[in-house]
């Protein structure tokens, strides 16, 4: 069982290009979280979906960012026109679907670098 | 404003001694905690969940205590070996049961020979 996969592991854009982040959950796994973590922080929540649903993007910035999870295929976080304060390690986790505390099981992320 | 603190000192311990990591917590009210290890350049790896209402849990080397009133948890781990050596994360889990975890910075680990 194959466990969370993220691609690409590093990215480099350009200042105002776009970046294109993907993730898919481990088998089995409906519910998919975003974090990111930059130099010397923690990490912190972006959002959470499930199949086709955007739960919670509490900690999404309002601009430049969305994410989706469709029905086929993995879930993809887009942030549009970057800027070097988007330079990041972008996590993704995902868990079953089941409600109850259960544990959340990390990508290898994806490393961005703006330039 | 929610806050988690770590030490942000790395700990430095001897082969075989028991490694202790503070998580404390401010303004926040987890339905559960989690502790996660993570290598440089890697994801973080889930190791111990303890519940609200739970004082203490164990697997193998490593033993979680929770204390609610103080708000805080303790992480420890018996018989250091330098494999041990990474950053451990606390992680604050809501009352929704989902992941949408609340993280601290962490505190790096360095067990020598």
């Not at chain 1, 691609?7 to 776009?18: C, D």
């Not at chain 2, 739970?54 to 009133?69: C, I, P």
Request: net charge positive.
């Amino acid at each position: 069982n194959a466990g969370v996969m993220q691609n690409p592991r590093h990215l480099v854009r350009r200042r105002g290009q776009e970046a294109r982040l993907r993730c898919s959950p481990m088998k089995g796994h409906s519910h998919v979280y975003w974090y990111r973590q930059l130099p010397e922080e923690g990490l912190k929540f972006m959002v959470y979906l499930q199949k086709e649903n955007i739960i919670d993007e509490s900690g999404m910035p309002k601009e430049r960012f969305s994410a989706e999870f469709p029905k086929e295929g993995p879930s993809i976080l887009r942030i549009q026109q970057v800027v070097r304060g988007d330079s990041a390690a972008y996590f993704c986790a995902s868990s079953p679907p089941v409600q109850g505390n259960t544990e959340a099981f990390f990508g290898q992320g994806t490393r961005l670098t703006v330039v | 404003s929610q806050k988690i603190e770590q030490n942000s000192e790395a700990l430095n311990i001897q082969e075989g001694k028991t490694a202790t990591l503070t998580c404390n917590y401010t303004n926040y009210s987890p339905a559960y905690l989690q502790w996660y290890r993570q290598d440089p350049g890697r994801g973080p790896v889930f190791l111990l969940l303890i519940r609200e209402n739970e004082k203490e849990k164990r697997k193998e080397r490593l033993k979680v205590t929770f204390d609610t009133t103080l708000k805080q948890s303790l992480f420890h781990i018996t018989a250091s070996q330098p494999a041990d050596s990474a950053t451990y994360l606390c992680a604050l889990g809501p009352n929704s049961g989902y992941s949408t975890l609340t993280f601290g910075k962490g505190t790096m680990l360095l067990v020598s020979p």
